[in-house]
């Protein structure tokens, strides 16, 4: 090796060793902060009163709005799944634990997703609610996989 070969390793070493440094730096402080949503998260589930199950029901299915698309075509079947599968004591017992309660929601919705898109196809209504639940879905899968 000569001199000049040398250097460059020298100074390919030196850049990669700050790389290194300044994204383990920024994937931490990104890390920090994803725990500490995801911390705020659970205790604001934890601290409240509410579920995903009964947010959804009273967000498209309260009084007025029974006949509202995403009530006929996203928040029933969802129910219906539930019903399903559990009784109503466990049902009501699913909803007393807010982080089951979620992913009990969100694997209704997995069962159901196919009929939810073919309602909203019929009913010619845009399915962008679709975008948001299925990333959802796969932050919940990342984390409690």
Known sequence: MDLQNIIVLIVTIVLVFFAIKYITKIVFK?????????????????LSDTNMIDNVESLYCSEGKETNIKCECFVIPILDDLNSRFSLEEIENIKSQKIRSNTEFLKSFTNVEQDIKVCFKEKNESIGVFLWIQKIQLFFKNIFS
């Open 30 to 46: 990104l890390l920090i902060l994803i725990v500490i949503v995801l911390g705020g998260l659970i205790v604001y589930q934890q």
